[in-house]
């Protein structure tokens, strides 16, 4: 249905910012609903942010609200995740999540799956 690739991890300091990317192939992008996840060593997955298929609609955990962004372009099948303000424990692999639906569930995993982002955050 679709295939995901993130790009854009790296290692920063501190207070510093990543943008992530996720580009899409498929020809159905528009339909789908998009989420980052990530997973720290030790930890389990967990969400961060998801978008509606339309970009109208946004949730964020509240562990990131107002540092990160998700924000997508359907034209160029293209979602990213803006991170500012980092901190050590936003160390993880990070995650892009589809799903080929009109309704949005904020929080539910979806199908689809890339194979992640290292972001790794340095104190």
């Known amino acids: 249905q679709v295939q995901l690739v993130e790009s854009g991890g790296g290692l920063v300091q501190a207070g510093g910012s990543l943008r992530l990317s996720c580009a899409a192939a498929?020809?159905?992008?528009?339909?789908?609903?998009m989420a980052w996840y990530r997973q720290a060593p030790g930890k389990e997955r967990e969400f961060v942010a998801s978008i509606s298929w339309s970009g109208g609609r946004t949730y964020y955990a509240d562990s990131v609200k107002g540092r990160f962004t998700i924000s997508r372009d359907n034209t160029k099948n293209t979602m990213s995740l803006q991170m500012n303000s980092l901190k050590p424990e936003d160390t993880a692999i990070y995650y892009c999540?589809?799903?080929?639906?009109?309704?949005?569930?904020?929080?539910?995993?979806?199908?689809?799956w890339g194979q992640g982002t290292q972001v790794t955050v340095s104190s």
């Open positions: 999540n589809a799903q080929e639906s009109t309704q949005f569930t904020p929080r539910d995993e979806y199908p689809y």
């Open positions: 498929g020809r159905t992008f528009s339909t789908y609903n």
